[in-house]
């Protein structure tokens, strides 16, 4: 998963574009990982900037732009590792909506996480331990 979490790093601060336009970068991920329908960056991309990254690198994804959709991968882990797939609910814990990123780090409150769509960018955020569902690791498969 190091590699996924590189490519994702150098696109650090990959931002929004305010305004009616759209990042044209943000729109290619979508288009890349078969959401070619997806016109603007306004769409909740978080899902869509993993799948695009774990696409570029060989990397087994959910295929989904719901964040949810990764606790579907099979390999369950309990204690992350940096790189590892953390998975949070947004909203309330039965909500379908949710936010997906990489694991960075962890205290005993809170778990930083490198994601798509954090602040309408690609960065590193903190978000309450209460909110995880669930650690996934995504498999090379190329």
């Known amino acids: 998963m190091n590699d996924v979490l590189l490519a994702m790093l150098s696109n650090y601060g990959l ?3 305010i305004g009616p336009d759209s990042n044209p970068e943000i729109l290619e991920m979508f288009k890349a990982i078969g959401y070619g329908w997806v016109n603007d960056d306004e769409t909740a991309w978080c899902s869509a900037s993993l799948n695009y990254f774990c696409l570029k690198t060989g990397y087994e994804r959910s295929n ?13 882990i309990l204690k992350p590792s940096l790189g590892d797939i953390v998975v949070l609910w947004r909203e309330n814990p039965n909500s379908w909506k949710g936010h997906v990123g990489l694991f960075i780090s962890q205290n005993a409150n809170y778990t930083y996480i490198l994601g ?4 309408n960018m690609i960065g590193i955020n903190p978000f309450l331990n209460t909110r995880i569902l669930g650690y996934r690791r995504s498999k090379k498969i190329n």
């Open 15 to 17: 931002k929004e574009v």
């Open 64 to 76: 989904k732009l719901d964040a949810r959709s990764w606790l579907k991968l099979p390999l369950h």
């Open 116 to 119: 798509g769509n954090q602040e």
